[in-house]
């Protein structure tokens, strides 16, 4: 295996370019100092798999309908969707419904599982709209719908969350030939008059595309816009039309029959969005302990406050939330708020954390970060351990040195030293180690990292409560062990982490349970947002 020191940058981890040496971050031999109050981690990673609740695909039908839509392509369009009940029972593919003539409603305006869409076929099949076709509508209702769930939906999530749109259509648009139903046409394309054809399929690419740039507006996973052209009597006009969508909406145009309907569409891709994940950064981190100005500090119940702090602002040091408002105390001191005073956090739940990150919601809140995405400023940095760390889960800190030692903050918080002081004898002495390299990836292709986790210190907790299972015994260290992933080349982007959490229990001198080395495995990691 390779020797790397802790990554300066988000990406160090994985860049040769700044392999070196372990001298003079830690102590001879590379491992720092030796002894039952250190702790040493060995094992494998894996990105986790881009599937399930975590990577949601939300699709959009978009279905011509009306009066003079060939009642054959009605009747297999509500049969092809009453089909997908029973093929998607998972929760994290969901639908929305559009019918379209001359203009488009949203029968099913929001994504809803695949059982609720059946309740909307009823209404599609009764849809009487009447009037000239046009295909830009439908693309542009598409727009506004995902625009509004992007808007309003967890950053995190967005991010990882494919979209597609499939418009099903049987008959050429004709919206340049019909601009009262169809305000707003687009100049550079109307020059194309009186060639209604040209016009519409220059308006169609332009609208299309306007749909595909929302991903890049909002930061979601991936638009993508499929056309499916019925075909009952050939239109080589509709046909080069639903090609300039495919063109603009980033796929092919599928072609088909009334009768084969259902098996097309039933044969679209609604995997969730595969892109390349890759490790970010990986951090250690024991909850229990403190680093302040060059010495390490008892933390017994992990709020961020040293025992001794506590007991000299009469807060329990063995309780994370020692007036039991849901705020924890080490968050109420950083915000200037009363540690001793119960303080109501309105429009927010303490009882839940939405991104699974051990800060509930209301702390958030309080902390102003975004309760459905661990880390919310994207530095790669959990909000938890920064707010531990001391620094801004707002701002991303990997290129700030707040102590002006030479070391960013970030670099400060992998090393578990303190980003506000110049601490250089004790990180040499204190500071954590991290060997990472490349290792076979999994059978289904995600990368995996052979890891190593060295001088991590323990430190001697009380004894503390864990209602209703006994206390948890004194000398009791928690340390959090985070996998950070996130698409390559997107330094700032929201990725997801992975967490794993080891208890070790120290008493001094020499008492350590478990003894030697800590193995780790894949699938000891739990997958948060």
Not at 79 to 101: E, G, K, M, N, W
Not at 125 to 154: F, V, W
Not at 279 to 300: F, H, P, T
Request: hydrophobic share 35%; charged share 20%; aromatic share 6%.
């Amino acid at each position: 295996m390779r020797r790397r020191a802790p990554s300066w940058t988000l990406f160090a981890l994985l860049l040769p370019a700044l392999s070196c040496t372990d001298a003079g971050l830690y102590a001879v031999g590379g491992r720092g100092q030796a002894g039952p109050d250190r702790a040493e981690f060995v094992g494998k990673a894996c990105v986790p798999m881009a599937a399930g609740d975590s990577f949601p695909v939300k699709v959009l039908y978009a279905v011509e309908g009306g009066q003079g839509v060939d009642q054959l392509v009605k009747g297999q369009i509500a049969d092809a969707l009453q089909s997908l009940s029973s093929r998607f029972s998972v929760p994290y593919i969901t639908f929305a419904l559009v019918a379209y003539h001359t203009v488009a409603t949203g029968i099913q305006g929001s994504f809803v599982d695949a059982a609720k869409i059946q309740l909307a076929i009823g209404t599609y099949t009764n849809y009487q709209e009447a009037g000239p076709i046009s295909l830009r509508a439908p693309l542009k209702l598409a727009k506004s719908m995902l625009s509004g769930d992007m808007q309003t939906g967890c950053r995190g999530t967005v991010a990882r969350t494919r979209y597609l749109v499939v418009l099903i259509y049987s008959t050429a648009d004709t919206s340049c030939a019909n601009p009262a139903f169809n305000a707003g046409l687009d100049s550079r394309c109307t020059k194309y008059l009186p060639d209604q054809a040209a016009c519409s399929a220059c308006e169609l690419t332009a609208v299309t595309a306007q749909l595909k740039n929302l991903a890049e507006q909002y930061l979601a996973g991936e638009v993508t816009i499929q056309p499916i052209y019925v075909r009952t009597t050939p239109d080589p006009v509709a046909r080069a039309q639903g090609a300039a969508i495919a063109r603009s909406g980033g796929t092919e145009l599928v072609e088909t029959d009334p009768a084969s309907l259902k098996n097309t569409i039933n044969a679209l891709n609604y995997a969730s969005l595969q892109r390349s994940l890759t490790l970010k950064r990986l951090i250690a981190y024991n909850r229990s302990a403190v680093s302040r100005a060059g010495e390490q500090m008892v933390d017994s119940d992990g709020d961020g406050l040293p025992d001794d702090d506590e007991a000299a602002l009469g807060l329990d040091p063995v309780a994370m939330d020692s007036d039991l408002d849901g705020l924890m105390d080490g968050i109420e001191v950083r915000m200037g708020m009363p540690p001793n005073a119960v303080d109501v956090i309105n429009g927010c739940n303490p009882f839940l954390d939405t991104d699974g990150d051990r800060l509930n919601d209301c702390e958030e809140r309080v902390l102003g970060t975004d309760a459905c995405i661990s880390d919310s400023d994207g530095d790669g940095i959990p909000e938890l351990v920064e707010l531990l760390s001391r620094t801004n889960p707002l701002i991303a800190e990997d290129l700030d040195d707040a102590d002006r030692d030479g070391l960013s903050n970030v670099a400060e918080i992998e090393a578990h030293t303190d980003p506000s002081s110049a601490d250089l004898a004790y990180r040499s002495d204190r500071g954590y180690g991290y060997v990472i390299a490349d290792a076979d990836p999994t059978e289904d292709g995600r990368p995996c990292y052979d890891i190593e986790i060295y001088n991590v210190s323990l430190v001697p907790t009380l004894e503390r409560p864990n209602p209703p299972f006994p206390n948890i015994p004194r000398g009791t260290n928690d340390i959090y062990i985070y996998l950070q992933v996130g698409r390559e080349n997107d330094p700032r982007g929201t990725g997801i982490g992975s967490l794993l959490i080891e208890q070790i229990q120290f008493i001094p001198p020499n008492k350590r349970k478990p003894k030697g080395i800590i193995q780790m495995a894949p699938d000891q990691f739990v997958l948060g947002s």
